[in-house]
């Protein structure tokens, strides 16, 4: 469902970090058949209607990708999404509260709050990969990632696979006071996201 209405929102802006066009083209796939002509990879996006924060569209994950992983930059959307592939659960860790805002905070911070009064855990240890077997080795063998920026709203799409199984997440970032800070996970692949929670 998040998918269907990603993908209906006008194509905006795309970045394939570090990459020329001919590069994203090809990790990206072609651009949809009902893109408009000024969407299409080189042309200029189409600006934003006045006082109008669009979501960037969701950008499609070739599979498997054809180029290496471009470097990430720092302060980039992807480079905030980065450490949790590096740390098993670390989304559940309280002090890293501080990379994200509502509606993810809220549910982070009411999981906190259950899992302090002793009634367990609210929210999957491994959401980051979308709750899949955790194999480090095929993990970080198959892992991709292409972040989408349109003004103070990006999305990082990273898919992998774990035990032949493609998987895809959407992280949704907002920019708060120059910085990237996370506002939701989606599953593509399992279909559920962060924000539907209800951790009380």
């Given amino acids: 469902m998040f998918r269907r209405l990603a993908l209906a929102l006008p194509t905006l802006c795309l970045l394939a970090v570090g990459m020329s066009g001919a590069a994203a083209q090809g990790l990206l796939g072609p651009p949809p058949a009902n893109a408009p002509a000024e969407t299409v990879p080189g042309g200029a996006p189409p ?19 054809s180029e290496p992983a471009a470097p990430v930059l720092p302060g980039s959307p992807t480079a905030v999404v980065k450490p949790f592939y590096e740390h098993l659960g670390l989304e559940l860790d309280p002090s890293q509260r501080k990379n994200f805002v509502d509606p993810a905070k809220t549910v982070l911070d ?3 709050a259950v ?6 855990e609210c929210l999957d240890p ?41 998987h895809r997440l ?31």
């Fill in 47 to 65: 600006a934003n209607p006045p006082g109008v924060a669009v979501e960037p569209t969701t950008p499609p994950l070739a599979w498997p990708p």
């Fill in 110 to 112: 009411k999981s906190d």
């Fill in 115 to 120: 899992r302090a009064s002793g009634q367990g």
């Fill in 126 to 166: 491994n959401m980051a990969l979308d709750n899949a077997d955790y194999d480090k080795l095929a993990i970080d063998k198959s892992l991709k990632s292409i972040e989408a920026v349109n003004g103070d709203q990006a999305k990082v799409v990273v898919a992998f696979v774990v035990e032949g199984n493609q």
């Fill in 170 to 200: 959407e992280w949704k970032l907002k920019k708060v006071d120059g910085a990237w800070k996370i506002s939701d996970l989606l599953s593509v692949t399992g279909e559920w996201a962060l924000s539907q929670y209800q951790c009380e």
